[in-house]
């Protein structure tokens, strides 16, 4: 009887351990595995997601088993929209209030996305099976354990995060300097109606950083005898927030925000965005996009901000454009620059063309027509080193090759042209991420020498 009762205890703290493991496996381990499995190649800091899971698990673990299940779920769900937002330098407000446009996009064309969605599949499904299991311990020195459990994995973020956290989660802070390339190139100040204006925006491009390949790669089309005949060429950086859209915003509004502040159109008028001040100096207006207007609603809002006429990939697909596939399956970028030389060679009136291309969106798959398969004729260094960056490359050398052919054409009409990057590539990795500027996107402007110029 004295050896039954002095077995006791042991057995009691014996079971608690066991429920404190099971509660470990599910909220410390289960719950952010898939994020930890990215520390070495880099990832956004999770510190809040990390201390949510845990206090989640501490505060539910008493619970009935489906109403743990569904805040686990809710905690997965949070953790990955959180990752999505600090990968792609978007604010929270800005990705939930992007989701309504999930079915635009074809993720199934990504072997990431694809893989990516099963791993949450099976975190969900292994987590119902492992909640069977009884997870509620009481004891205080168990409670402490866990918690240490917590700040011990949050600590671990920290450290693996170190020298990478300055490259997510861009929003803009209140207050910030504002630059922007059409402000540093006076483009605006160039509309006496004596030429074509022509800004086109080039997804994901980047500054390179301590990378001369890529260094070297970068606007290199534009360093040649055809060019520097007819432009003053310049280039430099600018200073970027969030994502795509804010990138037009910055462009063409002239400050910090982004799209949804344009949906209603009497807020928009009242920015003034470069469309609509040209517009208003009689320059015809047109807005073109590889994608489709839905998309962030810009067949809404281009008009707001002062487009008169605008063209997606349907309107496109009509003149000859190809369809080019990838996770935004649109136009050829690479086709483009002909349309382009089209419209301003038929237009009645000086023109302001706006131009955002598509085809280099993250991740840019081999295959279906983006002619970026053969990476080593790019780059040899880039397409052992980086294939993906590579891949990039080989989009950015298409657009750049198609638009210096057509701007250089005896007949192309006197034009500025402005290029610039919208945010530097959103990849993943530390391995690829960290080979561009965190904080900037490249610019170049191609400043006509025409007739207006010389007063020939």
Same mark, same amino acid.
């Given at each position: 009887?004295?050896?039954?009762?002095?077995?006791?205890?042991?057995?009691?703290?014996?079971?608690? #351990?066991?429920?404190?493991?099971?509660?470990?496996?599910?909220?410390?381990? /289960?719950?952010?595995?898939?994020?930890?499995?990215?520390?070495?190649?880099?990832?956004?800091?999770?510190?809040?997601?990390?201390?949510? +899971?845990?206090?989640?698990?501490?505060?539910?673990?008493?619970?009935?088993?489906?109403?743990?299940?569904?805040?686990?779920?809710?905690?997965?769900?949070?953790?990955?929209?959180?990752?999505?937002?600090?990968?792609?330098?978007?604010?929270?407000?800005?990705?939930? $209030?992007?989701?309504? #446009? !999930?079915?635009?996009?074809?993720?199934?064309?990504?072997?990431?996305? @694809?893989? +990516?969605?099963?791993?949450? &599949?099976?975190?969900?499904?292994?987590?119902?099976? /492992?909640?069977?299991?009884?997870?509620?311990?009481?004891?205080?020195?168990? @409670?402490?354990?866990?918690?240490?459990? @917590?700040?011990?994995? &949050?600590?671990?973020?920290? =450290?693996?995060?170190?020298?990478?956290?300055? *490259?997510?989660?861009?929003?803009?802070?209140?207050? =910030?300097? #504002?630059?922007?390339?059409?402000?540093?190139?006076?483009?605006?100040?160039?509309?006496?109606?004596?030429? *074509?204006?022509?800004?086109?925006?080039?997804?994901?491009?980047?500054?390179?950083?301590?990378?001369?390949?890529?260094?070297?790669?970068?606007?290199?089309?534009?360093?040649?005898?055809?060019?520097?005949?007819?432009?003053? &060429?310049?280039?430099?950086?600018?200073?970027?927030?969030?994502?795509?859209?804010?990138?037009?915003?910055?462009?063409?509004?002239?400050?910090?925000?982004?799209? $949804?502040?344009? !949906?209603?159109?009497?807020?928009?008028?009242?920015?003034?965005? !470069?469309?609509?001040?040209?517009?208003?100096?009689?320059?015809?207006?047109?807005?073109? *996009?590889?994608?489709?207007?839905?998309?962030?609603?810009?067949?809404?809002?281009?008009?707001?901000?002062?487009?008169?006429?605008?063209?997606?990939?349907?309107?496109?697909?009509?003149?000859?454009?190809?369809?080019?596939?990838?996770?935004? +399956?649109?136009?050829?970028?690479?086709?483009?620059?002909? !349309?382009?030389?089209?419209?301003?060679?038929?237009?009645?009136?000086?023109?302001?063309?706006?131009?955002?291309? /598509?085809?280099?969106?993250?991740?840019?798959?081999?295959?279906?027509?983006?002619? &970026?398969?053969?990476?080593?004729?790019?780059?040899?260094? /880039?397409?052992?080193? $980086?294939?993906?960056?590579?891949?990039?490359?080989?989009?950015?050398?298409?657009?750049?090759? +198609?638009?210096?052919?057509?701007?250089?054409?005896?007949?192309?009409?006197?034009?500025?042209?402005?290029?610039?990057?919208? *945010?530097?590539?959103?990849?993943?990795?530390?391995?690829?991420?960290?080979? #561009?500027?965190?904080?900037?996107?490249?610019?170049?402007?191609?400043?006509?020498?025409?007739?207006?110029?010389?007063?020939?």
């Amino acid at each position: 009887m004295t050896a039954i009762a002095m077995d006791a205890p042991r057995a009691g703290l014996s079971a608690e #351990f066991k429920k404190l493991l099971n509660w470990s496996l599910i909220w410390i381990g /289960l719950a952010n595995i898939p994020f930890m499995a990215m520390w070495f190649v880099g990832a956004p800091p999770r510190y809040f997601e990390i201390a949510m +899971a845990g206090f989640v698990g501490l505060i539910v673990k008493r619970m009935p088993r489906i109403i743990q299940w569904i805040a686990f779920a809710s905690v997965v769900a949070y953790s990955i929209l959180s990752f999505v937002a600090g990968l792609f330098n978007l604010g929270m407000s800005s990705l939930l $209030y992007s989701i309504q #446009f !999930l079915a635009e996009i074809k993720p199934s064309n990504s072997l990431e996305y @694809i893989t +990516a969605g099963i791993v949450i &599949v099976a975190i969900l499904v292994a987590s119902w099976f /492992l909640l069977k299991r009884d997870t509620n311990f009481a004891k205080p020195l168990h @409670i402490l354990a866990g918690g240490a459990m @917590i700040f011990g994995l &949050v600590g671990a973020d920290f =450290a693996m995060g170190q020298g990478m956290r300055g *490259h997510y989660f861009r929003e803009a802070p209140a207050g =910030a300097t #504002f630059e922007s390339a059409v402000e540093k190139t006076g483009l605006a100040e160039r509309a006496d109606g004596k030429r *074509h204006l022509v800004l086109i925006m080039v997804e994901s491009l980047g500054v390179p950083r301590d990378n001369q390949a890529m260094s070297d790669k970068l606007f290199a089309y534009y360093q040649n005898s055809a060019i520097q005949a007819r432009y003053d &060429v310049s280039q430099g950086t600018s200073l970027y927030y969030n994502s795509t859209t804010s990138g037009e915003f910055r462009e063409m509004c002239g400050r910090w925000g982004d799209y $949804y502040e344009l !949906l209603d159109a009497d807020a928009a008028a009242k920015l003034n965005c !470069l469309p609509a001040m040209l517009a208003e100096k009689g320059y015809a207006t047109h807005a073109m *996009h590889s994608f489709k207007g839905a998309f962030f609603k810009r067949a809404v809002w281009y008009p707001n901000i002062g487009f008169e006429t605008q063209e997606f990939w349907s309107d496109l697909q009509k003149k000859g454009a190809e369809w080019c596939g990838g996770v935004f +399956a649109g136009a050829c970028d690479r086709q483009i620059p002909k !349309l382009i030389a089209e419209n301003l060679k038929q237009a009645e009136k000086p023109t302001f063309l706006y131009w955002l291309t /598509l085809n280099a969106h993250l991740p840019v798959p081999t295959g279906l027509n983006l002619n &970026v398969d053969d990476c080593s004729k790019v780059s040899p260094e /880039l397409a052992k080193e $980086y294939p993906m960056i590579c891949r990039q490359f080989a989009i950015f050398d298409d657009i750049d090759k +198609a638009l210096v052919q057509e701007i250089t054409a005896s007949d192309f009409p006197e034009a500025d042209i402005l290029l610039v990057g919208d *945010h530097m590539p959103p990849y993943f990795d530390r391995h690829n991420r960290s080979q #561009f500027d965190p904080e900037r996107v490249p610019w170049l402007y191609l400043k006509a020498k025409g007739q207006s110029e010389t007063g020939e």
